[in-house]
């Protein structure tokens, strides 16, 4: 087996795919206090795809709605802008790299992403902290291991079996064999993809979150919502050992062991709804 280089990873995350234009409209829009629904539905609604992708998200059991939600207009004013936003992220992540030729489990590890969102929004505003930045850095903290799995498939199982094999994290395992992990190669792709700046740090520091500088306490967030979906069984299966509480993100962010697992018991209740989300995603979903 041939180890790929730093170098030839950090210029082959080049021939990933970008985010569709469509999203960086949607998030200004989100973003702009003084836009509308009709200006955020517009946007969508110019994506036909995006548009019946966030309908039947909205429709899914996920919500939970009585009645159908018709138009994306109507979606906008039932559930928000930001809960829009976050539903649009999720869908063009999703569509953007949810398929895999590789035997990797991309459907878990959406799973797990979803998972990790939720439990740092919970977290967010449990702190009572700023949530700018938050579900997306959630959502797209391990999109490293999809990068590297699209790039270097075979590399990536053999790193994913030897943490299997000898109990350890996988980032460790991948450090072995392509010299960086996937939390930095997910700060590069984010940066391909113009990610927020704080987002991009949150992604590439979750396993490192004290080297984080320009927003300490979102990186550390994201550190421990990603140590709880495990406990909540929404854990990552490349790992070859659930990661511990992070007891130094937990003195950042002056929480207790206690409040932080008050988090897992609303994780295992959403399992359903998150399988239905993720459900909803999956090519050919009715």
Known sequence: MTVPNVRDAVLRIR???????????????????????????KHIS???????????????????FYRQIASVSQAIVMLGFLEVRNLTLTAT???????????????QLWRHSLGTAM?????????KMETEGVFESGLLHDIGKVALDM????EFRQAAHRAHAEGRPVHETERQIFGVDHAE?????????????AVVEAICCH??????????????LIALADALTYQADLGELSNGIPPELPEKSLQQLRLTAGQALEIVEV???????????????RPGAK
Not at 48 to 59: G, H, I
Not at 119 to 127: C, D, H, M, P, V
Not at 185 to 193: A, K, R
């Open 15 to 41: 021939d990933l795919p970008t985010l569709p234009s469509v999203l960086g409209k949607i998030l200004a829009t989100a973003a702009d206090p003084d836009a509308s629904a009709l200006d955020l539905g």
């Open 46 to 64: 110019a994506d036909q795809s995006l548009s019946a992708t966030l309908l039947k998200l909205v429709n899914s059991a996920y919500y939970g």
């Open 93 to 107: 992540a999703f569509r953007t790299l949810g398929q895999s030729t590789s035997d990797y489990d991309r459907v």
């Open 119 to 127: 439990a740092a929004e919970r977290l967010a505003k449990l702190l």
């Open 151 to 154: 790039l270097y498939p075979e």
């Open 185 to 197: 190669i997910g700060g590069i792709l984010g940066e391909h993809w113009n990610l927020p700046p």
């Open 207 to 220: 396993h490192a979150p004290e080297q984080a500088t320009l927003n300490p306490a979102l990186a550390h």
């Open 267 to 281: 994780l295992k209740k959403s399992q359903e709804k998150i399988d239905e989300f993720v459900g909803a995603l």
